[in-house]
């Protein structure tokens, strides 16, 4: 056995410490300032307890200000909230608490379920716990003592946790002082490293294990972080995101609806189904000159998603169709598409393809629809039924760059137009089960990478790239564009997917220039993703204050007196001829609370007209969110009015017409 250790350093220096050294002898043996500050170490990238004996590999000293100091913190934190309800309700039940995205949460069994009032307690005594600084130590234990413990202190569902352990693995407590718990770890030092950073958020019923079958526990949900100012941050973003939250404000704004019998579809009302439209309009205008809009069945026979490897890959989240009937074809079995693919290389397929064509264009506004559980859905940001702004794009293996690259312009000009700047670019490799040659995956990966390089470099810094190892689709690569909103809320929408797997399966081909059969690359594309989800970021990143030309509804006309009605329906006609969406309001109303309203539907514009606006042929302009109005001619506000309505990419038509007839 090997009396000694050999440890490479960050800095690539290798020192050698006798067998069963500690991370925390590591972290002395450096400084003992280091020591004090260090939580964990990371040996070959792995997270361990800085009292975890060394071995031979690459380490790591791990302070509360390395980012991956966090997990721990919030897996410490759901320890001391454990201990902290067991001390004040003796006898709760404790039984698991996950480290969770932006926190964490612990599940307990209890006669009478917490309420919000508990929390404030709760965390009191959590901050006294922390205040001890008890440390965290590591025993570990037989499957038979485990299980006799916790049978004895009464914890069942610690017994059933216990029994569900593979054999082999090790059974480790952690104790915090005298209270202790079953868990994998790792955890940091003591208790007093977890900081006061934290705050306990909800509670909430969860079925034990997720099974409806099984008792309800009482949930409750915190989170932590390293700095008070990155907790403040976050809850910052929390309260604003509630004020923005879209399905609030489509009820304000009157846009739609869900309701029980149409789980996970929208019901569009009149002034949300024009908003959507104009979305589309817009994107149907960006895709002029370089696609083909087309639009495939709703609805097709199973075979074809057997041939595609959806049916295999994908059915569970398939709707099915199957009638009963007479005609023998009322026995097939059929699918609503949960994508557009498929139906877009019978189209490609049906005649006979040149190389000279290529690369073919084909979009489509598709409805498709996809099975989400229930308790995932979401608003217009989780559906069941939704429209993809989706395009395949057929090309010869030497367009395939360019082709991406010529996707990637527009999809970055798109988020532009609606005003995301902060826009991320991410290259997801192969995954692990997969279709195709590793020597298609080489060249489609290497082709992209060269791809997000260029991307890179042409933005000039202001596209970040990454890479998602093992997160590509199952038959080839994809970039995926994540966008940023008002709030710092990342979103992915957009996709680039190159596939090989798909134009083999289906026998897809153009003929070279060398008169043979080749199959072409196909590439799946999308920009918004779903026009539903995407309208939904738009509302929560604007928090209903749309862009004048987004607005369904983008003026309202409101008189002061009943002496201006005839003015102010001219002002009306006016605008409308002048192509904007208005509404008047000429109800004997005192117009403050018309303005206040029409500002809780979130009108962008609301124009005041009395008597001295009506002998003036002028209006006075108030704005969503402004206490102040501006006074300026009628020919003045309908000029300004109209071109502030007017869409960007159709503005830079007209900009660029000017510029050459100059």
Known sequence: ?????????????????????????????????????????????????????????????????????????????????????????????????????????????????????????????????????????????????????FAAKGENYKVELVDAIPEGQDLKIYYQGDWFDLCRGPHMASTGQIGNAFKLMKVAGAYWRGDSNNPMLTRIYGTAFAEQSDLDNYLHILAEAEKRDHRRLGREMDLFHFQEEGPGVVFWHGKGWRMFQTLVSYMRRRLQGDYQEVNAPQVLDKSLWETSGHWGWYRDNMFKVTVAGDDTDDDRVFALKPMNCPGHIQIFKHGLKSYRELPIRLAEFGAVHRYEPSGALHGLMRVRGFTQDDAHIFCTDEQMAAECLKINDLILSVYEDFGFKEIVVKLSTRPEKRVGSDELWDRAESVMMDVLKTIEAQSEGRIKTGILPGEGAFYGPKFEYTLKDAIGREWQCGTTQVDFNLPERFGAFYIDQHSEKTQPVMIHRAICGSMERFLGILIENFAGHMPLWVSPLQVVVATITSEADAYGEEVAEALRDAGLDVETDFRNEKINYKIREHSVTKVPVIIVCGKKEAEERSVNIRRLGSQSQTSMSLDEAIASLALEATPPDILRKREARRVKAA
């Open 1 to 149: 056995m090997s009396q000694s250790v050999s440890l490479t350093f960050p800095d690539c220096s290798v020192r050698s410490f006798a067998a069963g050294t500690t991370g925390r002898d590591v972290a002395e043996s450096i400084s003992k300032s280091l020591a004090k500050k260090a939580v964990a170490i990371a040996v070959d990238g792995t997270v361990r307890d800085l009292s975890d004996p060394v071995t031979d590999g690459k380490i790591e000293i791990i302070t509360r200000s390395d980012d991956r100091a966090l997990e721990l913190i919030r897996h410490d934190t759901a320890h001391v909230l454990a201990e902290a309800v067991q001390e004040l309700w003796p006898g709760t039940q404790v039984t698991i608490g996950p480290v969770i995205e932006n926190g964490f949460y612990y599940d307990f069994a209890k006669n009478e379920p917490f309420t919000p009032d508990d929390l404030p307690v709760i965390e009191k005594r959590m901050r006294e716990i922390i205040q001890r600084n008890k440390p965290f130590t590591k025993e570990i234990w037989s499957r038979e003592k485990a299980r006799e413990v």
